[in-house]
């Protein structure tokens, strides 16, 4: 998988911090009932680069126009996966001695805000494409070579560990359709979900793009997430 790993490094160069960080404590109210004006550098600055068009169909959508599930873009001998699940569980313990994810525990996860326990088999923790791969097919990803699409579904930019029944509950929903319960999150969540459709130049719907702003005004000094970094 060397060749996608290269396109990987290719498209993606992003700056900022990690998704957690930023400035003072504006970021705790996620976004609710709270505005600011925009900061340089910020995922609220960086909305006005996002194109606004309509959705497009979802005709010809299917899940291996992705490429095969959690493949090892990196090299580094690991699913994708396994590698968010390294990344977010905490007390880690593999089956193989370094690569597949036995067991570990989500604390604070995303979504909820609750403690998720994963044991693999019959885990309650899903990997979240957090810009679902079926909207970004609808937002531009239709006309995308294979590889690209390789590279967007396997990005740990756009990969976090959650709660499962959350997970589905989102289904493919966008900024407008969709949040986290957890609210203290919402602030992470969108400017992650910003990051990604301007790293890969997908389009939002003018309500999505007016939910972003609505959220993040609560959070404006809140900067785009590393690509490499954690949540």
């Not at 504006?26 to 068009?53: H, Q, R």
């Not at 309650?124 to 590889?147: F, N, T």
Request: some cysteine.
């Amino acid at each position: 998988m060397r060749g996608s790993a290269a396109v990987l490094a290719a498209l993606l160069a992003v700056g900022g911090c990690k998704a957690g960080d930023q400035d003072g404590k504006a970021g705790e109210k996620g976004g609710v009932g709270t505005s600011g004006p925009a900061v340089s550098g910020s995922a609220l600055s960086a909305v006005a680069s996002l194109t606004v068009k309509g959705r497009a169909p979802k005709t010809g959508y299917e899940r291996d126009e992705f490429g095969s599930s959690w493949v090892d873009t990196d090299d580094n001998g690991c699913g994708t996966r396994d590698d968010i699940l390294k990344r977010d569980l905490k007390d880690v313990k593999f089956r193989d001695g370094h690569c597949l994810v036995a067991s570990g525990t989500l604390t604070d996860e995303p979504y909820t805000g609750r403690d998720v326990r994963f044991v693999r088999g019959r885990s309650k923790v899903d990997i979240d494409h957090v810009v679902a791969l079926s909207d970004a097919w609808q937002k531009g990803a239709m006309k995308w070579d294979r590889d690209k699409r390789l590279a967007f579904a396997n990005d740990p930019l756009n990969l976090i560990a959650v709660d499962a029944s959350a997970n589905r509950r989102k289904g493919d929903g966008d900024a407008a359709t969709w949040l986290p319960p957890n609210t203290a999150y919402r602030c992470d969540y969108v400017a992650r979900q910003v990051a990604v459709k301007e790293v890969y130049g997908l389009w939002v719907t003018g309500a999505e793009k007016a939910a972003m702003r609505r959220v993040l005004g609560g959070c404006p000094t809140m900067k785009l997430p590393a690509r490499t970094g954690g949540r």
